[in-house]
């Protein structure tokens, strides 16, 4: 138990204790002046009965408020899931159009790079078919350069083979 209400329990417990120790005093008749007349009764009963009525109004009273605050807790409980839900749907939503998006970019990433992947391919194709022109021109230009110079050595070989 919390410490009020033992504080609170201790409190009943010696106004219980202190009516039993006076009781004859609380059940002796005394005259009671009501403001337009006067009535003889026992001051400690109609003491003690307030404070019972008062003790139990606010032990009422305390259950409302508790009742109340219960109430409003749960409502507040089932709002924070609804909100909770709303989020987690909002943010899945989210992740969706994310992952959408991303597809979208690496489909784009994948043309473009198909795209650049053939213009490379038949750049280097290109580039090929030159280097094998060129080759081939340079091979045909040594062998007619060769073709040339033995022409020019063998007349000169063939008349120093000559016998003179």
């Known amino acids: 138990m919390r410490i009020r209400t033992l504080l609170l329990l201790l409190v009943l417990a010696?106004?219980?204790?202190?009516?039993?120790?006076?009781?004859t005093v609380f059940v002796t008749p005394t005259v009671l002046s009501l403001g337009?007349?006067?009535?003889?009764?026992?001051?400690?009963?109609?003491?003690?009965?307030?404070?019972?009525?008062l003790t139990a109004f606010f032990l009422v009273f305390v259950v409302y408020l508790q009742s109340?605050?219960?109430?409003?807790?749960?409502?507040?409980?089932?709002?924070?899931?609804?909100?909770?839900t709303l989020a987690d749907q909002a943010e899945a939503s989210r992740f969706?159009?994310?992952?959408?998006?991303?597809?979208?970019?690496?489909?784009?990433?994948?043309t473009l790079a198909a795209e650049h992947r053939a213009v490379v391919l038949a750049r280097l194709d290109a580039l090929e078919r030159e280097l094998r022109?060129?080759?081939?021109q340079s091979g045909n230009s040594l062998s007619a350069y060769i073709g040339e110079l033995e022409d020019r050595?063998?007349?000169a070989s063939a008349k120093s083979e000559t016998p003179r």
């Open 36 to 53: 337009v007349t006067t009535v003889q009764a026992p001051l400690g009963l109609i003491m003690l009965g307030l404070l019972m009525f």
């Open 96 to 110: 969706t159009e994310l992952r959408a998006f991303l597809d979208v970019g690496l489909k784009q990433q994948a």
């Open 14 to 23: 010696m106004v219980a204790a202190f009516s039993a120790l006076n009781w």
């Open 68 to 84: 109340t605050v219960m109430i409003d807790t749960r409502r507040h409980t089932k709002e924070l899931q609804a909100n909770r």
């Open 133 to 136: 022109l060129t080759v081939e």
């Open 153 to 155: 050595l063998a007349p």
